[in-house]
């Protein structure tokens, strides 16, 4: 696997230490974020989910790994019709999770190890199981319960067609029919009804929320759909023909994504979250496009957002390069930093995207992701090649000034698994567009801690999606002492990007060589990369971590070094 070329040993931090970095408001600026899914991450009692528990006994774990904050996806309780985005209470834990106790000691824990916590929230829309919901069921055509929600009366003579032709992201109409054949509006599943963003009740609730959960210690947020709370309904409502693609929006006029007055609402969340020391933080989930993306990173509004373009790009030296310029120069403009991910809970893992046979830039309708989603499966997939390449963009990323999300298994090089069975399939999309996308569990399948075992370790009860075999060998067990592991390789990458890391400046060093990427961080700090498929010369300098075994001193394909 990788090459830890530096020998030094992780150092414990000291006290002192650990109060500076909990303390620092700019704590989220270049933070390391690790995504934990908490169902799919350790298993404390044995009933195949995982839990609050379990997240605690393996604090030890994320502490060995190096990482700044752990980003919790929601633990609320839900029904889980799309894996805890459908929200029943949005103040408290699910049961099958544990309890708000259980939290409370899950947090200690982590600021004690120096770790922050950022919690996931979904405020576009509530599950159907949520209390407002079931009220507004129970209550007439046009009440106050109604109105928090967004219920229309439907088109054609008895009202038996939707308001609108819209989709649902995952597929199938927008719009589901009551028994009074009112229709309400759900931009994703049935049972994820979109709350009603100009009522002040829905408002002020999430700021009550806010608070609950910064009282309890949460450091940060991660905003769900954040583009898409406030909407325009004004009828007659505009075809899905009028509205166009997703993407080619970037005038703020689209009914529901991304609106200019969605900022107002993130104003007054700052304004909550500039009410603790230290202040808390958001990141926004906003797929909008790259020129409005930094109003959400504003400082008076967010203050940061997920930019998933390097998680689009292909392996291309050329895709990289503009990528990132732009987004630097975008996060200076709003006084963010920049955000960078791979990997995910809704995208195919990154080693599995690298070693996908199937060229054509990702993102696309044609590329290898989409392929494999579709149930592509010959020509086979390149393991090795993937890892090493996932290696060589992560460790790129993680020289790259700002925060870089992390996505639990990506630091164990774990592939996607792409060959669950439908009836095992637990996501909303696969049943939505009738497996013709095969949704997004085969990245949300609980890790592998041992080699062998009960669910690999995972808990004393199997697991909720299944592993397959091959998982064994990509376990914690496996990789703990080995020091070429993809476990090692990551721990090291994150102990010195710890160490390196000062100001945000950078710099891009020109190479001969087009597909070598190279760039200058303060202190001396290189990382360079080679995209091509013949080994490149490396600057003067000490080598202190490559992604692979470099050859005769030379970097060779597919490989990121860091020198000093
Ligand atoms: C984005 C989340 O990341 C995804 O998992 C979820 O399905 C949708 N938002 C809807 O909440």
Not at 30 to 52: C, T
Not at 222 to 246: I, Q, W
Not at 484 to 507: D, G, H, I, P, V
Not at 516 to 540: D, E, M, Y
Request: one cysteine or more; glycine letters at 10%; charged letters at 25%.
């Amino acid at each position: 696997m990788a090459t830890v070329t530096s020998t030094a040993s992780p150092q414990v931090q000291s006290a002192a230490e650990l109060s500076t970095r909990v303390q620092d408001p700019l704590w989220w600026r270049q933070a390391a974020v690790y995504q934990i899914y908490p169902r799919s991450f350790a298993d404390s009692n044995g009933d195949g989910i995982g839990d609050l528990q379990g997240i605690t006994s393996r604090i030890p774990y994320l502490s060995s790994l190096g990482v700044d904050a752990v980003w919790l996806s929601p633990f609320y309780p839900s029904a889980l019709a799309d894996g805890g985005y459908d929200v029943d209470d949005y103040r408290d834990v699910d049961p099958k999770l544990g309890t708000l106790e259980d939290f409370d000691a899950m947090i200690t824990a982590l600021h004690r190890a120096g770790i922050k916590l950022v919690a996931d929230i979904v405020p576009n829309h509530t599950s159907n199981r949520h209390a407002w919901f079931q009220e507004a069921l129970a209550s007439p055509k046009g009440s106050a319960a109604r109105n928090r929600y967004i219920f229309r009366d439907g088109r054609g003579p008895n009202g038996d067609e939707p308001p609108s032709d819209w989709d649902s992201v995952f597929g199938g109409p927008a719009w589901e029919r009551i028994g009074d054949g009112q229709w309400y509006l759900h931009l994703f599943a049935k049972e994820q009804p979109d709350l009603n963003w100009d009522n002040r009740e829905v408002r002020n609730d999430f700021l009550t929320t806010l608070r609950f959960w910064s009282d309890r210690g949460v450091d940060g947020f991660r905003v769900d759909v954040a583009h898409a709370l406030t909407k325009d309904m004004t009828e007659p409502l505009p075809s899905k023909a009028d509205l166009g693609a997703e993407s080619d929006n970037n005038n703020g006029l689209h009914p529901f994504w991304d609106r200019d007055e969605v900022h107002e609402v993130f104003a007054q969340w700052r304004k909550v979250f500039n009410e603790y020391t230290p202040p808390r933080t958001a990141v926004a989930e906003a797929w909008v496009h790259a020129d409005r993306r930094a109003r959400y990173a504003s400082p008076t509004g967010l203050g940061q957002a997920f930019n998933f373009d390097l998680l689009k790009a292909g392996w291309n030296s050329g895709q990289f390069r503009d990528i990132i310029t732009k987004n630097l120069a975008e996060a200076k403009s709003s006084g963010a930093s920049s955000t960078w991910v791979f990997s995910n809970h809704d995208v195919v893992r990154h080693a599995t995207r690298y070693g996908l046979p199937v060229p054509g830039p990702a993102g696309g309708s044609q590329d290898g992701a989409a392929w494999l989603m579709s149930g592509g499966k010959e020509p086979a997939l390149d393991h090795t090649l993937g890892e090493r390449r996932a290696r060589a963009v992560s460790q790129l990323m993680l020289a790259l000034p700002g925060s870089a999300y992390l996505f639990q298994g990506e630091e164990l090089g774990l592939h996607e698994v792409a060959d669950l069975a439908d009836e095992h399939r637990q996501d909303p999309a696969f049943f939505r567009n009738r497996g013709v996308d095969i949704g997004r569990d085969g990245c949300r399948v609980p890790l592998p801690w041992t080699r062998t075992g009960s669910s690999f370790g995972f808990g004393s009860g199997g697991a909720h999606l299944p592993q397959p075999e091959w998982f064994g060998a990509y376990a914690v067990e496996v990789q703990e002492d080995d020091p070429a592991s993809n476990l090692t390789f990551y721990r090291r990458a994150l102990e010195l990007r710890r160490e390196l890391q000062t100001e945000e400046n950078f710099e891009w060093v020109e190479e001969i060589s087009p597909e070598v990427l190279h760039f200058i961080r303060p202190g001396g700090w290189r990382c360079v990369t080679n995209f091509g498929s013949a080994p490149a010369a490396l600057p003067p300098g000490t080598v202190l971590l490559a992604s692979s075994p470099l050859q005769n001193g030379l970097l060779p394909a597919d490989t990121t070094a860091w020198l000093i």
